[in-house]
């Protein structure tokens, strides 16, 4: 238990040091996260009209969250290089596939009655798609949102190994230097992280209408 | 044209050329696997087992499982290593943490889902509660056992990656030199062997789920796979 004590007196005694790390986390997160999202969520809704597209996109989503994340962040160095930008775009890569398949996935579970229905009402594939089965996919859209979150907390930890920036930085550079109380001081905070969010997110998932569970598939990082 | 042509040699080449350092790594990596799973999947059973007799249990059980699971690996490394120390036995324990949700969750979730027409019929006939839970509970939650082993499997195929870097080997090992020497081919090869072995892992287990099912007289979506298997077994 001393170990874990040592942690948590460096984490108080280094506090702008961890801050620092804990900040180049976050930009790791919400640039990463956002970009997905800018990219994911468009590109879900064209993949949904077109059958042959759909089914492509599914299966390349399901198979890319068969690759380690590690190995995601090494496939981002041969294209860039080291660096934050390398380290987002392999964080990127990764957070756009949870949110593809349970967007496609959401819309498509959408009950084919009311579509007909809206369809009977003279409305454009345009406005059932805005109104009627955005509205209604929205919690499973939602939970591949969350999912994706949670996931990148865990992945930015290894941007580090890119050079990335991040509490990465903290826990690796300690366990080099056999210093525990700097990886335990590093560890704690994305732990926290991880698990806030995802309390947080899943509380906001029931709220929409969601069951709140974690998707064990994808969820560890 | 030519020089995609060219890369994509380049990375037969490299596989073939390392084929001896490939092999030890994926049978490293599934030692691995194997001996996590060994380790979490009769805890996690044993636990799934334990809270079908309390709702409030279940519920902190599973919500710890799953508060477990969010916590990043090289955080939990990190957190272990003191206690354990570099290298396998510190991956070993976080992977039995991690397996913990999809097989506590999915055990209680088939032992709460069996018929209870079926267990009236096995006290009917005389069962004990251990007969019971051997003889109809257990069979019948076993295909939704295995799809919880099966998930954690895949999971835990990513995450033993990262514990090449605590010195626990396997194909992390791999992607750690890609990385730190920039081989594009290495990082390539590792990564579809990784995919791979993932790919290989689901698609082994769904179809012995599915034969467990078959087993147990239930309707199983019948594919040119499934029906090969029936007809070699039959």
Do not use: C
């Not at chain 2, 397996?99 to 069962?127: F, H, K, S, W």
């Amino acid at each position: 238990m001393s170990d874990f004590v040592e942690g948590l007196i460096y984490l108080v005694e280094n506090s702008d040091e961890v801050l620092y790390h804990f900040r180049g986390h976050l930009e790791l997160v919400v640039v990463a996260e956002l970009a997905a999202l800018a990219f994911a969520i468009p590109a879900s809704i064209l993949a949904v009209r077109h059958d042959r597209i759909k089914k492509v996109v599914l299966g390349l989503g399901n198979v890319g969250q068969t690759i380690p994340t590690l190995a995601i962040l090494a496939l981002a160095l041969p294209l860039l290089g080291l660096g934050f930008w390398p380290s987002i775009l392999g964080l990127w890569a990764y957070a756009i596939l949870p949110i593809i398949v349970n967007t496609v996935k959401g819309i498509e579970n959408v009950d084919e009655e009311m579509v007909e229905a809206a369809r009977g009402m003279g409305m454009t594939d345009w406005e059932i798609l805005r109104s009627i089965q955005l509205p209604l996919a929205l919690p499973v859209i939602f939970a591949g949102v969350r999912t994706s979150i949670v996931l990148v907390i865990g992945t930015a930890y290894l941007a580090m190994f890119i050079g990335g920036p991040g509490l990465g930085v903290m826990v690796v550079g300690g366990i080099q230097a056999y210093d525990w109380a700097q990886v335990i001081a590093g560890a704690i905070p994305g732990a926290l992280l991880a698990i806030g969010a995802d309390l947080s997110l899943s509380r906001i998932e029931r709220y929409l209408g969601g069951d709140g569970g974690i998707d064990d598939t994808t969820v560890a990082a | 044209m030519l020089s995609s042509v060219h890369n994509w040699l380049a990375y037969v080449d490299f596989a073939v050329e390392h084929s001896d350092r490939l092999l030890v790594a994926t049978l490293e990596h599934i030692e691995i696997i194997a001996f996590a799973i060994a380790i979490a999947v009769p805890i996690g059973v044993g636990l799934g087992f334990l809270i079908t007799f309390d709702d409030r249990l279940a519920t902190a059980v599973i919500w710890l499982a799953g508060v477990m699971m969010t916590v990043p690996s090289i955080a939990l490394f990190g957190l272990l290593i003191p206690y354990f120390g570099i290298g396998a036995p510190s991956v070993i324990v976080a992977l039995v943490l991690y397996t913990q949700l999809p097989v506590i969750r999915n055990t209680y979730v088939g032992l709460n889902d069996v018929d209870p027409a079926a267990l009236e019929a096995g006290e009917a006939m005389g069962m004990t509660r251990l007969q019971l839970l051997r003889r109809v509970q257990l069979p019948i939650a076993l295909p939704v056992i295995m799809a919880g082993v099966r998930n954690a499997v895949v999971i835990l195929i990513g995450i033993a990656t990262i514990g090449a870097f605590i010195g626990a080997g396997g194909l992390g090992d791999l992607l750690f030199d890609g990385i730190s020497y920039v081989r594009t081919e290495m990082i390539v090869v590792t990564t579809v062997i990784l995919s791979l072995l993932a790919l290989a892992v689901d698609y082994a287990f769904s179809i012995s789920e599915q034969l467990f099912r078959l087993n147990n007289g239930e309707q199983v979506e019948s594919s040119a796979t499934m029906r090969l298997l029936q007809r070699v077994i039959s």
